[in-house]
């Protein structure tokens, strides 16, 4: 089965510093794995995928995240914070090629980007 | 535009009401989904769809019952509304193609049973 933990229910940032939000996966094979963003009111966004290609991914908005297999992390970042990034952030796993592929969710990450 | 639309997007209602969340998908996809989503909280599968006609229960058990006759249209329902069924309903879709099951969501309806 897979898991996910999103390390910190938090983060604050200043606009204009870096962002590290942490994710840790648990998976019996390779997985996919998902960064999603929510504003608030809003649906998720897809922000960027992992699927096996290149480990370190590049997404929208200047996001981007690496898979690391011995860490079992895929850790998301940013170089310098927008204050239009304040939303919650889910970390999601999927088995690709297994006929019915569930979402798992993490618990999300609250990040907060402040003047 | 291929889009995913929810509606209505906030809805109080009292108990006993009841409702229709609607769900519509502009895409094509084979695939959709309903998630429950609490403050705070992550995501949680209640019911989903291979297709026309095929309906499933998802990991939390829901009182709601669902309903896919078209491909783009998925609704969802609720015969009797309760307090404890006010939360954030997300619906989503893929489609089978994508073998790494890209979800689309809609804007989410936030429903409040007084």
């Known amino acids: 089965a897979q898991s996910v933990t999103q390390l910190d229910s938090h983060v604050s940032v200043s606009e204009g510093t870096p962002v590290l939000l942490r994710c840790n996966y648990s998976?019996?094979?390779?997985?996919?794995l998902f960064w999603y963003v929510q504003h608030p009111n809003k649906g998720l966004q897809l922000l960027l995928k992992y699927t096996s290609a290149a480990t370190l991914v590049k997404g929208i908005n200047g996001f981007e995240a690496e898979f690391k297999k011995s860490e079992t992390s895929f850790h998301l970042t940013k170089p310098s914070a927008h204050m239009s990034d304040a939303a919650e952030y889910f970390c999601v796993v999927t088995l690709p090629n297994t006929g019915f592929q569930k979402l798992v969710f993490g618990t999300g990450t609250r990040l907060l980007v402040s003047p | 535009e291929a889009d995913i639309y929810q509606t209505p997007r906030y809805l109080v209602i009292g108990t006993g009401k009841k409702i229709t969340l609607e769900c519509s998908q502009t895409?094509?996809?084979?695939?959709m989904y309903w998630y429950q989503q609490d403050p705070g909280m992550e995501l949680h599968l209640i019911h989903y769809s291979y297709g026309v006609n095929s309906t499933e229960k998802g990991d939390l058990s829901s009182e709601s019952t669902v309903s896919r006759i078209r491909t783009e249209h998925f609704p969802l329902t609720l015969e009797s509304a309760r307090p404890s069924h006010t939360s954030q309903y997300l619906c989503?879709?893929?489609?089978?193609?994508?073998?790494?099951?890209?979800?689309?969501f809609g804007p989410g309806t936030r429903l409040t049973v007084l």
């Open positions: 989503a879709s893929s489609e089978t193609a994508n073998i790494h099951n890209e979800q689309f």
């Open positions: 998976s019996s094979y390779s997985p996919s």
């Open positions: 895409m094509g996809h084979d695939k």
